[in-house]
């Protein structure tokens, strides 16, 4: 969870498994890609900053976030340690919102619970442009850089059991 006093992008490297040999898939949504495209290159960019080759890197886009669900689906297929969904959904004044986001998220929820590639959920859903955008490389860091950091420990975590 962000908070004030959290930058999404700080993590300690030296406690973090060597990810040289894994691969891993992204599938970015379109929709608010001034959002998306952000979270997707601090991700990326964590990636390759702990030794994930570029080649291992794989990347899907989707439209918007309610595909995130099968594209993470058939993204699992690809022989990938782990995967990651980016998206954002901001509130506006009906209830597509919510039906987006709890569709999202039980939808991750369950691939992580039936399947055996790890997805990590990096899809801000926030209030207000403003709140997505401080959280994709602003004040509160990048939530794609976390999601990067969780994908490889995740992965690990995969491999080890």
Same mark, same amino acid.
């Given at each position: 969870m962000a908070t004030e006093?959290?930058?999404l992008s700080e993590y300690d490297k030296t406690l973090i498994p060597d990810a040289s040999k894994f691969r891993f898939g992204i599938v970015v949504s379109e929709w608010n890609d001034t959002i998306t495209?952000? +979270?997707f290159q601090g991700a990326f960019d964590a990636l390759v900053d702990n030794g994930v080759l570029e080649s291992n890197i794989i990347r899907w886009n989707v439209p918007g976030s309610f595909e995130l669900i099968y594209g993470a689906k058939k993204m699992q297929e690809q022989m990938v340690n782990a995967v990651i969904v980016i998206g954002s959904v901001i509130q506006g004044e009906?209830?597509?919102?919510?039906?987006v986001c709890e569709g999202v998220t039980q939808g991750i929820k369950? +691939?992580?619970v039936m399947r055996e590639?790890?997805?990590i959920f990096c899809v801000l859903t926030d209030n207000t442009l403003q709140q997505a955008i401080d959280r994709s490389g602003g004040k509160h860091g990048n939530k794609g850089t976390e999601a990067?950091?969780?994908a490889i420990k995740m992965a690990e975590l995969r491999k080890n059991s």
């Open positions: 006093n959290k930058n495209e952000p +979270l009906t209830k597509h919102f919510d039906f369950d +691939l992580n590639t790890p997805v990067a950091i969780a």
